[in-house]
């Protein structure tokens, strides 16, 4: 049996998914000769680890407690029985983490798994990537800070995965890797990368008012707490950084030229949630109603992407054709449309569901898998 010691850093809806995932899948794994022993989990404030790091690890019924504990939305310090586990402040689990890295990095190999939605991880995932451990991440921060973390972070490429970052779930990064490899040169990328604003801008185009359409989004748990965290487009431009550096573009966040859905004036530093939503949402309705309109006029429809085309990299309102995979979308799936000489008049399309813990976590699971090979018997 092959074994792959793993640390996950996160345990929030994906980080939780993942987990009883792999605890689910003990028989199909076992099948496939594979074990993944998890030697250490983390939230925002603790690391827990398995006492011994070489040959134990956190075993299933404890991984199902850290669930529970998780999502009545307490610490992992709060763990009751500990059995021969360890807690680690945060302060300490940057250097508790390095130190499993280098002992296991030379031997069995290790994976450490970022499912946090924090950039404070990126510095020890680019130290493990040089003592000779493996990076998966969902986590879109890390990949999208400066490009010398990046090329820290890409330097061994069969060390790296992060198919979740992009599209969840979604084969985005992998079939974007086979072009690229195959030396088929990826001209243009354009897509909805947010199932929120994808769910958004179809409902606007079936004649609804903007706010009501947000308001609606957001009482079905289809946005972030603060719906402006999806409507200013961040998300969406990490997504976008994350594509154009695949293609080799040498560029950062701050040179995407991102168009958010709200002016300066309602950001959150200026306006409450609340206000926004009461009072804000409302005076956007028109603007985007006329918007709807002339593309309508046009023949077209009003879609929210990302568009990697050339040396430009934006995101934003685009017309884009009715007849066409994007003009198609209805409701909250990604869509991604690549064209290259081989998918040159006819593009390769990606689509499905691009978020959701499960999807998500799954994607983090499989990427997990693909390394194995990496480790040995
Ligand atoms: N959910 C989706 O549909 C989806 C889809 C694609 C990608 N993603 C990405 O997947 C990641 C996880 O998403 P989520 O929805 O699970 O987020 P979440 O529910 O906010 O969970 C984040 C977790 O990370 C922990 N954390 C924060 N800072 C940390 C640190 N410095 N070290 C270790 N752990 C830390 C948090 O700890 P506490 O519990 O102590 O707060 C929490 O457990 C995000 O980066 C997100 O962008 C999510
Ligand atoms: C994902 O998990 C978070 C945290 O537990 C939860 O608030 C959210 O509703 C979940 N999302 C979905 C789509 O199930």
Do not use: W
Request: charged content about 25%; hydrophobic content about 35%.
């Amino acid at each position: 049996m092959k074994n792959i010691p793993l640390i996950l850093m996160g345990c929030g809806g994906v980080g939780r998914h993942l987990l009883q995932h792999i605890v689910s899948c003990r028989l199909l794994h076992a099948k496939l000769g594979v074990h993944l022993r998890v030697v250490g989990v983390s939230d925002s404030k603790s690391l827990v680890l398995t006492s011994d790091v070489i040959k134990a690890e956190l075993n299933d019924n404890f991984l199902s407690e850290v669930c529970r504990v998780k999502s009545d939305g307490s610490s992992l310090s709060k763990l009751n029985d500990l059995g021969d586990c360890k807690v680690f402040s945060n302060s300490e689990s940057r250097t508790k983490i390095l130190d499993i890295a280098s002992v296991l990095g030379k031997s069995t190999g290790l994976a450490l798994v970022d499912c946090s939605a924090s950039s404070e991880t990126t510095g020890v995932l680019t130290q493990v990537v040089d003592l000779g451990c493996c990076v998966v991440l969902a986590n879109k921060k890390p990949l999208t800070s400066t490009l010398e973390d990046y090329d820290k972070l890409v330097s061994y490429p069969r060390r790296i995965r992060h198919e979740s970052t992009v599209g969840a779930g979604l084969p985005v990064i992998s079939s974007l890797n086979r072009i690229i490899s195959s030396g088929d040169p990826i001209h243009r990328i354009i897509g909805s990368l947010s199932g929120t604003l994808g769910y958004v801008m179809s409902e606007v185009e079936d004649g609804k008012p903007l706010s009501q359409v947000v308001k609606t989004a957001k009482s079905l748990g289809y946005t972030e707490p603060d719906p402006r965290d999806d409507l200013g487009g961040m998300d969406v431009a990490r997504k976008a950084l994350i594509l154009a550096r695949l293609l080799g573009r040498r560029i950062s966040l701050d040179s995407i030229k991102i168009e958010s859905l709200y002016p300066k004036e309602m950001e959150p530093g200026v306006m409450s949630v609340q206000d926004f939503m009461e009072n804000g949402l409302v005076k956007l309705d028109n603007n985007i109603q006329e918007r709807v309109k002339k593309a309508s006029l046009n023949g077209n429809v009003l879609r929210y992407v990302c568009v990697i085309d050339g040396s430009r990299c934006e995101v934003g309102l685009q017309e884009l054709p009715k007849n066409s995979a994007l003009g198609r979308l209805r409701g909250s799936d990604n869509v991604l449309e690549i064209y290259s000489r081989c998918y040159n008049e006819q593009p390769l399309v990606i689509q499905g569901a691009g978020a959701g813990n499960d999807t998500t976590a799954a994607g983090v699971l499989a990427d997990i898998l693909d390394l194995q090979d990496l480790f040995p018997l």
